[in-house]
């Protein structure tokens, strides 16, 4: 259930309602809100005087429904906006991991003069063995945030584990919760507790129920800008790397009411399909697509088969933008 209540009910007498309905009190820009569980169907006695409406739900995907926000959220990112009704499907590009200065600094150069706002690169990096590289940590931090200084780019990475979270959130402009981390308390707490732009991954054995409910710990935690990206599914199949569920972002479009990026890279794998899934995406009209880019991808240091190199990164583009007015979007 949502609570809305009236916007001159006091601080103390909101915690306490909060405390009656067993709920989160929310404050959002224009509305005082609690939020509780959607078994809950009635409100608390003492409550009516205070509230100027109620929504019950079905499943505990509040916040993030179409039932509470009718459109798509709207974030900011100083001068770049997706969602609300920008119409912009917002380009994320970037390597998978920062390996060094030098590495990052050729594919930021490149992809600046390419337009492109968003960087995004790994710096502690969530590998399936321990053996493998790691990521380069808060020096990678700190490279990323050269890589700022230098292009004005805006920039996002990871954050693994709940430990180096308050780092990760002081140097990122957005934050990347992987698919790992997707059910991790400790990192959805705190994203939770910043109003920085969260980029919630889905993670790979999980439903679309699953993926909403993690992102409304952020948005019951109080930060309002989250955003969804869908990296493909585990099914059957072996001959790609997961599979794009197109299909789920039909639904998120349809019922949630956060920007959904698509990520092609991790769903294929390979960078041979990375382009085509990429165009469909951008034809079903998403916020953003989150693409790997390496300036030598056989040489990467994780995740090399799927990166597209610079040359086709810029064929994509292109491509992108003629799709981009067809389908009444702009790719910025
Ligand atoms: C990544 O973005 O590089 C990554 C590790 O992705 P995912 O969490 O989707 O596997
Ligand atoms: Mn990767």
């Known amino acids: 259930m949502i609570i809305y209540l009236k916007p001159d009910t006091s601080a103390e007498k909101a915690e306490e309602l909060a405390r009656l309905n067993k709920a989160f009190l929310v404050h959002t820009p224009q509305q005082l809100l609690l939020v509780n569980a959607s078994s809950q169907k009635h409100v608390a006695t003492q409550t009516e005087d205070y509230m100027e409406s109620f929504l019950v739900f079905g499943d505990d995907m509040q916040l993030s429904s179409r039932q509470h926000i009718n459109h798509t959220r709207e974030i900011h990112l100083d001068e770049i906006q997706i969602g609300g009704k920008s119409a912009h499907t917002l380009m994320i590009a970037g390597p998978c991991s920062v390996e060094s200065e030098s590495q990052l600094f050729s594919i930021g150069e490149f992809l600046h003069q390419q337009g492109i706002r968003i960087l995004r690169a790994g710096c502690f990096k969530p590998r399936t063995s321990p053996y493998t590289f790691q990521g380069l940590g808060e020096n990678g931090l700190k490279i990323l945030a050269k890589a700022r200084e230098k292009w004005g780019f805006k920039i996002i990475t990871e954050i693994k584990d709940a430990s180096h979270a308050p780092l990760v959130i002081e140097y990122a402009d957005i934050i990347q919760v992987g698919a790992k981390a997707m059910y991790d308390q400790g990192i959805l ?32 935690g109080g930060n309002p800008n989250v955003i969804l990206c869908e990296r493909g599914i585990r099914t059957f199949e072996t001959k790609t790397r997961f599979t794009l569920d197109l299909c789920g972002v039909a639904y998120l479009k349809e019922y949630s009411n956060l920007p959904v990026v698509v990520d092609p890279s991790h769903a294929m794998g390979y960078a041979y399909g990375v382009p085509d899934l990429a165009k469909a995406a951008m034809a079903m009209g998403v916020d953003g697509l989150l693409i790997e880019v390496h300036p030598n991808p056989p040489e990467a240091k994780s995740d090399a088969s799927q990166q597209l190199t610079p040359g086709v990164f810029a064929t994509l583009l292109d491509d992108l933008r003629m799709i981009a007015p067809a389908v009444k979007r702009t790719l910025v």
């Open 189 to 220: 707490h705190q994203c939770g507790k910043t109003e920085k732009p969260v980029l919630l991954k889905r993670g790979f054995g999980s439903t679309l129920q699953e993926f909403v409910q993690s992102a409304e710990f952020i948005l019951s």
